[in-house]
């Protein structure tokens, strides 16, 4: 069973698989039987499109307003969806069968990679020995190696020569066969110093395993190590999806414990109308939308995902309203509930299980989701024509969409962010590789009918490609610029591409140039991207796909690293720390 998004606002439960001798007819009857007997709610359509092609089919619509999971706890209870069934792992454990539990299975394996490293090690110890063994003798003959040569050519035969080079030099028969057995053109590679810095790195190796050998913490580190390489390198995302708790908010619980008294009652099942529980509300570079189910503090690093670079993460309330700022610089109100709710998981939220943008939000022609914010904060915005304005939060009450900046004749919105505080940096990235930062009490809250005021000077056939803002003093702040041809098809050219800590970059006043944030190489006249906020960046395609960005830190005015594939969005692992982020 999944929890999927039947279309843009509205969820349903889809069944892919149900227990054995249980057919989508007979789901169907039970769910009929306990909705009529009011024993269900919150469901609306239960449709059977179970064919040849796609395999078992069972979609459940589900309400607006009601919790999927709660929803799911009622079908289990009264309905065949659920069932269970007994496993016996009966393994061969040396030679003799045995039913293991899973914490034996996991011993019985952890001890075989021991013994297999164990023994590897052994072996490898045994020949870097036998190495260093020939290696020392080559060094004893090599000091002296025309009087070995000499001995050669007098001894009438090979055993003579090896009894008398062991009885000379205090060689062993196998140093004296190896010293016999090198043709002459070998011996112009064997200089001194080469074979001492050989037996110096053998006399290292042997260390370490005689090292892990003997030591049993070191023996498990170097498995535990193998297994993680192993694990990044072949292991795949769970199939099924391992949530932290399906346990009802402190409050609803505090409620639900009031209620019933001490040593009574069952456990608490999970209310069917969704709370005014605390949430995050997503938005993806790649235009996925979704909200969390708490507001528990989002990681900032984990295995990547479609959809992971956020161009915004608001603080709210499953019931509460937050403001999406378009291009053409009009606010729309949203219903944070309307959002799809992402299951609570350890890890980074999966925005492949939101929606596009474009089917949830009605957009005008030409017009494109910049951002969502909080509709209590004091905002900034930034245009592609380098005006920038923060906005006082004093929007009508019975209005779905109005305007927060009078734009001028063919000027977009390009960045909006919350800037409440004046302790925060407004940042200006241009085309031209020209980058500005500047105190936010440079610039007066404004009404939401006003222009704004000018924010960077803009040289010939310059605009602006990103604006926003960064914490002043933020030691994980940094810039991202990619850089290419202004004649490439778009997605065609990976570009180079540059890290560089925000520090680096100094401040300038309101309405200059800034400063230079990219050098160009040849075929490069333009940037195709840049960002700057609270690391670490990440970058994807328009698909969401998830892009690699170079691991180092380049010079502020220096050329990029080559990329190995095209990046169209960049951003961060979040969008504004906890403390940046406005309230509902």
């Known amino acids: 069973m999944e929890i999927e998004q039947l279309t843009a606002r509205r969820t349903g439960l889809v069944v892919t698989e149900l227990p054995y001798m249980v057919g989508p007819e007979k789901v169907i009857e039970k769910i009929k039987d306990a909705v009529n007997a009011k024993k269900l709610s919150g469901i609306s359509d239960v449709m059977d499109l179970t064919d040849r092609k796609h395999g078992l089919r069972l979609v459940i619509?589900?309400?607006?307003?009601?919790?999927?999971?709660?929803?799911?706890?009622?079908?289990?209870?009264?309905?065949?969806?659920?069932?269970?069934?007994?496993?016996?792992?009966?393994?061969?454990?040396?030679?003799?069968?045995?039913?293991?539990?899973?914490?034996?299975?996991?011993?019985?394996?952890?001890?075989?990679?021991?013994?297999?490293?164990?023994?590897?090690?052994?072996?490898?110890?045994?020949?870097?020995?036998?190495?260093?063994?020939?290696?020392?003798?080559?060094l004893i003959a090599i000091v002296d190696i025309d009087e070995v040569i000499q001995i050669i050519r007098s001894s009438d035969e090979a055993s003579a020569a090896r009894e008398r080079l062991m009885s000379i030099y205090d060689l062993s028969e196998i140093q004296a066969n190896y010293i016999l057995e090198l043709r002459l053109r070998q011996l112009t590679k064997y200089s001194r110093i080469e074979l001492e810095k050989e037996q110096e790195e053998l006399r290292r190796e042997i260390a370490e395993l005689e090292a892990i050998l003997a030591s049993d913490v070191l023996l498990r580190e170097l498995v535990s190590g193998e297994l993680a390489e192993v694990a990044d390198k072949y292991g795949t995302p769970r199939r099924t999806v391992l949530l932290e708790s399906e346990?009802?908010?402190?409050?609803?619980?505090a409620a639900l414990a009031a209620a019933i008294p001490a040593g009574k009652g069952k456990a608490a099942a999970l209310p069917l109308e969704i709370p005014d529980d605390p949430c995050w509300a997503l938005l993806s570079a790649s235009g996925q939308i979704a909200r969390t189910s708490n507001q528990e503090p989002l990681a900032e690093s984990g295995p990547r995902s479609k959809h992971d670079v956020y161009r915004s993460v608001v603080k709210t309330t499953a019931r509460g309203e937050i403001g999406a700022v378009t291009s053409q610089g009009r606010m729309l109100?949203?219903?944070?509930?309307?959002?799809?709710?992402?299951?609570?998981?350890?890890?980074?939220?999966?925005?492949?299980?939101?929606?596009?943008?474009?089917?949830?939000?009605?957009?005008?022609?030409?017009?494109?989701?910049?951002?969502?914010?909080?509709?209590?904060?004091?905002?900034?915005?930034?245009?592609?024509?380098?005006?920038?304005?923060?906005?006082?939060?004093?929007?009508?009450?019975?209005?779905?969409?109005?305007?927060?900046?009078?734009?001028?004749d063919k000027d977009t919105v390009v960045g909006v962010e919350p800037a409440q505080d004046d302790d925060v940096d407004l940042v200006f990235v241009t085309r031209l590789a020209q980058l500005l930062r500047f105190s936010a009490s440079a610039v007066r809250p404004q009404g939401r009918t006003a222009g704004g005021m000018a924010g960077i000077k803009l040289g010939v056939g310059d605009d602006v490609i990103h604006f926003g803002t960064?914490?002043?003093?933020?030691?994980?702040?940094?810039?991202?610029?990619?850089?290419?041809?202004?004649?490439?098809?778009?997605?065609?050219?990976?570009?180079?591409?540059?890290?560089?800590?925000?520090?680096?970059?100094?401040?300038?006043?309101?309405?200059?140039?800034g400063v230079r944030a990219h050098?160009?190489?040849?075929?490069?006249?333009?940037?195709?991207?840049?960002?700057?906020?609270?690391?670490?960046?990440?970058?994807?395609?328009?698909?969401?796909?998830?892009?690699?960005?170079?691991?180092?830190h380049g010079r502020r005015d220096g050329s990029g690293v080559p990329l190995s594939q095209p990046v169209d969005a960049i951003g961060a692992s979040l969008a504004w720390e906890e403390g940046n982020a406005g309230e509902k």
């Open 61 to 138: 619509e589900i309400k607006n307003g009601f919790n999927p999971n709660a929803v799911l706890q009622q079908l289990y209870r009264f309905t065949p969806m659920e069932d269970s069934f007994g496993i016996n792992n009966v393994t061969l454990v040396d030679g003799q069968p045995q039913t293991l539990g899973l914490l034996q299975l996991l011993q019985v394996y952890v001890g075989h990679r021991l013994s297999v490293v164990r023994r590897r090690t052994a072996f490898r110890l045994g020949k870097k020995k036998d190495r260093l063994h020939l290696v020392e003798g080559l």
């Open 247 to 253: 346990a009802v908010s402190p409050t609803v619980a």
């Open 333 to 408: 109100r949203v219903q944070v509930m309307d959002m799809p709710a992402l299951p609570a998981m350890s890890g980074l939220p999966n925005l492949a299980g939101g929606v596009a943008a474009k089917d949830f939000i009605t957009l005008l022609k030409g017009e494109s989701l910049v951002a969502f914010v909080p509709l209590d904060a004091v905002l900034a915005i930034g245009t592609a024509q380098g005006v920038v304005k923060r906005v006082q939060p004093d929007y009508p009450l019975n209005r779905e969409d109005w305007e927060i900046i009078a734009l001028k």
């Open 470 to 513: 960064v914490r002043a003093n933020d030691p994980a702040a940094v810039v991202v610029t990619i850089a290419g041809s202004n004649g490439a098809l778009p997605g065609t050219a990976p570009g180079t591409a540059k890290i560089t800590p925000f520090e680096e970059y100094p401040a300038k006043g309101r309405a200059t140039g």
């Open 519 to 552: 050098r160009f190489l040849k075929g490069e006249d333009t940037l195709l991207l840049g960002w700057a906020g609270h690391g670490p960046a990440k970058a994807s395609s328009s698909a969401g796909v998830a892009r690699a960005l170079p691991q180092e």
